[in-house]
């Protein structure tokens, strides 16, 4: 029983999250609000997931918003336009039909594809390391490579999430931007936890 109270808490933990980052989305009128909501939401599913499940959400939620409004909208807006630039050449180069355009399409689509990788590990990367935001692109794109099973694990759950989603739209506003959020920040920490095992074999081998 012990087990299905905390269970249920969880859960019931996930919805408020994901009503939380709704409300906040539409206090910044979604264009403002978004980015700083998806990231105060890492950051209190961060703390979940490292041990800290007693973290007060709403008042942690509301600073990490007010704290990263301005940096979460310059990282995620900027991340939005290379992303749209990217999907507009590769429709282009999939419907022109022109040898060399066309040809230009797979390099595009893996350029594509390792794009949406990297915008999913620059939130938790910026939460978890706090640097800069070059140094986050620089981690994010050797992170996708650091545990490659991982990140393709991530990539199929999220699939089947969206999947789920799509079949039970109802449980939308209940978890569905939490429930992403849990399932990247849970993989994320994996490929952390990786780094620092490489990093504690090397200083073995050196000392």
């Known amino acids: 029983m012990e087990r299905v109270y905390y269970l249920a808490d969880f859960v019931l933990k996930v919805v408020y999250l994901n009503i939380l980052a709704f409300f906040f989305s539409l206090l910044g009128l979604i264009v403002f609000g978004l980015f700083p909501a998806v990231t105060a939401s890492f950051y209190i599913v961060r703390k979940w997931l490292t041990g800290d499940s007693d973290i007060r959400i709403t008042s942690n939620f509301y600073r990490i918003f007010k704290k990263e409004l301005l940096k979460s909208n310059g990282i995620g807006w900027l991340l ?3 992303g749209l630039l990217l999907y ?3 429709t282009i180069a999939e419907v022109i039909n022109h040898s060399f355009i066309q040809i230009s399409y797979y ?3 893996t350029v594509f594809i390792l794009f949406l990788c990297l915008c999913l590990f620059v939130i938790p990367v910026y939460i978890h390391f706090r640097t800069s935001f070059l140094s986050v692109l620089k981690h994010t794109f050797l992170l996708i490579f650091v545990h490659p099973l991982n990140t393709l694990l991530l990539l199929i759950t999220i699939s089947i ?6 079949t039970m739209p109802g449980f939308i506003p209940l978890c ?13 920490l994996k490929t952390f ?3 620092t095992s490489i990093q504690g074999e090397r200083k073995e081998v050196a000392l």
Request: charged fraction near 10%; aromatic fraction near 10%.
């Open 193 to 195: 936890e990786r780094v």
């Open 88 to 90: 507009i050449n590769l």
């Open 161 to 166: 999430f969206c999947m789920m989603m799509k």
């Open 176 to 188: 569905g931007l939490s429930g992403l959020v849990l399932i990247v920040m849970y993989f994320s």
């Open 107 to 109: 390099p595009i689509l």
């Open 80 to 82: 939005t336009m290379i």
